[in-house]
């Protein structure tokens, strides 16, 4: 099982250049996530969705925006890329936000803006 | 707001000792506690979830307990090995929101 599939998984790009990251699962998950991880941060929630045509914010949204046209895709795009998004991405799914759903989590995707 | 507090930031233990690492939660509306482990340059993978209906989970060497009531969680490793040195994180999925929320982590190194 490939589990969720994070694309690509190093990239490096200029100050106002765009960009999407592709995050895709093939475990049939309602719920998907997008974090950042920063040292000294932890992981924050950047957006998620609890199911196809259906996003929302999380706690550090601004710069970045989210479609779910299917249940496999969870794409996210920086609209103009900041030095301050130079981080760590993860894409996370589970099956619903129910009590005994374990999230699962991507490889991750390490972007740095110069 | 959700807070997830993760004491000690860093832990360094001789082989086969038994160790514990301690999370901590402000509100206690919580679905679940998950435990990650995460090695160096790697994503998440889950070692444990526990429902809030439940005390605790047991996994092989590792077992963690849920207080629902004292906002703690923790995560027993037994006989530790070298293979277990890694960050592990702790994460409470919120009832109100469903959002998972995540402590900093605790770096655990297990020496030789």
């Known amino acids: 099982n490939a589990g969720v599939t994070q694309t690509p998984k190093f990239q490096v790009l200029k100050t106002g250049q765009s960009m999407t990251l592709q995050c895709a699962q093939d475990?049939?998950?309602?719920?998907m996530s997008w974090y950042r991880q920063d040292p000294g941060m932890g992981l924050r929630l950047i957006h998620y969705?609890?199911?196809?045509?259906?996003?929302d914010q999380g706690e550090v949204p601004n710069g970045y925006n989210v479609s779910r046209s299917t249940t496999e895709d969870f794409p996210l795009r920086l609209l103009s890329a900041a030095p301050s998004q130079t981080s760590v991405y993860f894409c996370?799914?589970?099956?619903?936000?129910?009590?005994?759903?374990?999230?699962?989590f991507g490889d991750g995707t390490r972007l740095s803006i110069l | 707001k959700q807070e997830v507090t993760q004491i000690p930031a860093a832990l360094s233990v001789p082989e086969g000792e038994n160790l514990v690492l301690n999370c901590s939660f402000t509100?206690?509306?919580?679905?679940?506690l998950q435990w990650f482990r995460q090695d160096p340059g790697k994503g998440l993978t889950s070692l444990l979830l526990?429902?809030?209906?439940?005390r605790e989970q047991t996994s092989g060497r590792l077992n963690a307990s849920l207080d629902k009531s004292s906002g703690r969680s923790t995560l027993y490793i037994a006989a530790s090995q070298p293979g277990d040195s890694a960050t592990y994180l702790c994460?409470?999925?919120?009832?109100?929101?469903?959002?998972?929320?995540f402590g900093q982590g605790t770096t655990l190194q297990v020496k030789p």
């Open positions: 996370a799914s589970s099956y619903s936000q129910g009590a005994s759903q374990p999230q699962h």
């Open positions: 475990m049939n998950h309602e719920y």
């Open positions: 969705s609890v199911g196809a045509g259906i996003t």
């Open positions: 509100d206690s509306a919580i679905y679940n």
């Open positions: 526990i429902q809030s209906s439940q």
């Open positions: 994460a409470g999925r919120s009832s109100n929101t469903g959002k998972l929320i």
